[in-house]
T-cell receptor, first 110, second 113 residues
Framework: KNEVEQSPQNLTAQEGEFITINCSYS?????LHWLQQHPGGGIVSLFM???GKKKHGRLIATINIQEKHSSLHITASHPRDSAVYIC????????????FGKGTHLIIQP | DAGITQSPRHKVTETGTPVTLRCHQT?????MYWYRQDPGHGLRLIHY???????DKGEVSDGYSVSRSKTEDFLLTLESATSSQTSVYFC????????????FGPGTRLLVL
């Protein structure tokens, strides 16, 4: 069973700061997902990646397959970025769902 | 947004009663998943389906059953609800296993008294 660890668990920062959230996993994967869960509870997929780096707006996700590690970066953070960010991995490329980290609770203060 | 809905959105029930949660999609995606989310845990897979009438167990399947008689509907049943099944339940869908984004429903908050 893949173990997914996220750090930090909680993060409070000021508006405009550069944010980094880390994710490590124990077993090789076929893909890694970053998800965002807003205070209202809805879950939205931000990125799916299996190598390298992806960028969408102010969000950047990177993955190092050899190190079994991924990072999610937020540039020029804004209070609307406040949410729980969840890392999830697909270990086998099969149909049996994802294994999730416990999430990082991010608060951006104005 | 992917067309995925869950019903009911909130439910309060008593221990020992049966409960059925419904996930409905309009995307014609092959794969459907039920997860539960609890404080201190990440989302955990209960059951999944890889086609009509094709289902399998996930990590925390005890006390739950599922059915998928149509592509668009995936039902989760708690045969006899227990307080430990108080949770938020999320349905998710994807078109390809493993290499495809999963889209999540809005969640169902279930309280078992």
């Amino acid at each position: 069973k893949n173990e997914v660890e996220q750090s930090p668990q909680n993060l409070t920062a000021q508006e405009g700061e550069f944010i980094t959230i880390n994710c490590s996993y124990s077993v090789g994967i076929s893909a890694l997902h970053w998800l965002q869960q807003h205070p209202g509870g809805g879950i939205v997929s931000l990125f799916m990646l299996s190598s390298g780096k992806k960028k969408h707006g102010r969000l950047i996700a990177t993955i190092n397959i050899q190190e079994k590690h991924s990072s999610l970066h937020i540039t020029a953070s804004h209070p609307r970025d406040s949410a729980v960010y969840i890392c999830a991995v697909d270990s086998g490329g099969g149909a049996d769902g994802l294994t999730f980290g416990k999430g990082t609770h991010l608060i951006i203060q104005p | 947004d992917a067309g995925i809905t869950q019903s009911p959105r909130h439910k309060v029930t008593e221990t020992g009663t049966p409960v059925t949660l419904r996930c409905h999609q309009t995307e014609n995606h092959r794969y459907m998943y039920w997860y539960r989310q609890d404080p201190g845990h990440g989302l955990r897979l209960i059951h999944y389906s890889y086609g009509v009438k094709d289902t399998d167990k996930g990590e925390v399947s005890d006390g739950y059953s599922v059915s998928r008689s149509k592509t668009e509907d995936f039902l989760l049943t708690l045969e006899s609800a227990t307080s430990s099944q108080t949770s938020v339940y999320f349905c998710a869908i994807s078109d390809l296993a493993g290499q495809e984004t999963q889209y999540f429903g809005p969640g169902t908050r279930l309280l078992v008294l």
